[in-house]
């Protein structure tokens, strides 16, 4: 007996059968079983993806650009292919995500170079860290409304408040997210998964001071060139768009960075 092809045409068939008409009928069945075939194993497009895991198309392309997600693309139309494995990967992203985990830490946590046991410590107690600031934070908010006119408050008895909380361990609002958002954004947190430095910067208050000193350092850093070049006379309009678009640009980015990251 001969050997069966896509769409029940068999080769004692096509022997028996010598028609021209015949075998192109073989052959275009062969074309579209191929075709149906193919179409089965394409991948999902990225909007079935966003369906699936309830991530907008913006967030998921986000993810890739960080390196967290690399789907296949196809080879003509350049579209991104996304596997069963790449959809199991965002849930990961998306469950990390919950307890607030840095996009960095995720990507290193991914890619197998931390252990999931020392980054999840970590991320509890930065956590615990934060739920004590937001307690110190409620408290005072509460002691506030309780006032008999909060719009006109005794700002000095509650700042004496404050600060003698503070003497005894109590945390209120901080920068901290702001501070944690800069380290990703400018790739800081990167080195926490250095073999070298990496157990230092794990210290929450070390990277918060290092990141707090780095902001600074990119904040100052064109209003002192521009300053140093009008103090010499080497000033130049050329300088001065260079440098505030550099401030601009640098803003927009960053704030587009932590919308995207929300």
Known sequence: ??????????????????????????????????????????????????????????????????????????????????SEEDVKRLKEIILYRKINMPIETIYLLLKGEVSAESVLKRQEEELTAQKEMLQGSIDLCRRLLKEENPENLDIDYFLNYVKEEEEKGTRFAEIDELLEDFAEFTHLSKFRGDPYIGKFLNNVWVMRAITFIWMIVCIVTPVAVLAERQADGTITAGTIVYWIGWILLGSIAFLQFRKLKR
């Open 1 to 82: 007996m001969g050997n069966s092809y896509p769409g029940r045409c068999r080769t004692d068939e096509i022997h028996v059968r010598k028609g021209t008409g015949w075998i192109n009928l073989c052959l275009e069945r062969y074309r579209m079983d191929m075709e149906i075939l193919d179409k089965e194993l394409v991948g999902m497009r990225i909007s079935e993806v966003a369906n699936l895991t309830g991530l907008s198309v913006s967030n998921i392309r986000f993810y890739e650009k960080k390196g967290l997600l690399t789907p296949d693309r196809e080879v003509e139309s350049k579209y991104r292919d996304y």
